[in-house]
């Protein structure tokens, strides 16, 4: 079965500095990858994916995404971090194939950015 | 109304009661989910469905009754719930279900609390 880490459950940075959030899969099969970023009293909203091709991934708001086969990762990166960038992010894997398409989803990583 | 919407945003509702989430999408999509966000904990899919037919149960108690009426309608049927069943209940839509490519979209939730 597929799976999600996400490590680091909360991570602060300060205004201007590198975002790094990082996200590890395990899946038997390629993976199709997500960021998605959930603002307090919201749902979720998809930064940026990968599914095939490039392995570097451009998402909304300068976010970028890099998947990594050897490394079985998908760390999410912004070079200068916006205080409107505090918010919860999670990873999720697809496992793809079948009937139903199953987001599996990581536990997320709590974004503070301190002034 | 755009993209996805749920209602309430917020629900109190007693162990004995019976109450239902509506969510409703306006993005032409075939699929729609239900998922259950509880804190500290990672998103867990409840119910898929694909152009009305339910293609995932998730081994979700039978106290929660999924109905999708059309593509663009979900309704989450509520009864005898317990405190522990007290989340983030979150609705999503998807081109199609199959696919695992697709982006899911979701809408703002309803915050459940079961007293």
């Known amino acids: 079965a597929q799976s999600v880490t996400q490590l680091g459950s909360h991570v602060s940075v300060s205004e201007g500095a590198l975002v790094l959030l990082r996200c590890n899969y395990s899946?038997?099969?390629?993976?199709?990858l997500f960021w998605y970023v959930q603002y307090p009293n919201q749902g979720l909203q998809l930064l940026l994916k990968y599914t095939t091709g490039a392995t570097l991934v451009k998402g909304i708001n300068g976010f970028e995404a890099e998947f990594k086969k050897s490394e079985t990762s998908f760390h999410l990166t912004k070079p200068s971090a916006h205080m409107s960038d505090a918010a919860e992010y999670f990873c999720a894997v697809s496992e793809g194939g079948g009937a139903t398409n199953k987001l599996i989803f990581g536990t997320g990583t709590l974004l503070a950015v301190q002034p | 109304e755009t993209g996805v919407t749920q209602t309430p945003r917020h629900l109190v509702m007693g162990m004995t009661n019976k109450k239902s989430l509506k969510c409703e999408q306006h993005?032409?999509?075939?699929?729609m989910y239900w998922y259950k966000q509880s804190a500290k904990k990672p998103l867990e899919l409840m119910f898929v469905y694909n152009f009305k037919e339910q293609t995932e149960n998730n081994s979700v108690p039978s106290r929660f009754s999924p109905e999708c009426p059309n593509s663009s309608h979900l309704f989450l049927h509520l009864h005898t719930l317990q405190p522990e069943d007290s989340a983030l209940y979150l609705c999503?839509?998807?081109?199609?279900?199959?696919?695992?490519?697709?982006?899911?979209?979701f809408g703002p939730g309803t915050r459940l609390t079961v007293l």
């Open positions: 899946s038997s099969v390629p993976p199709y």
């Open positions: 993005l032409g999509h075939n699929a």
């Open positions: 999503a839509s998807s081109q199609e279900s199959g696919r695992p490519n697709n982006e899911q979209f």
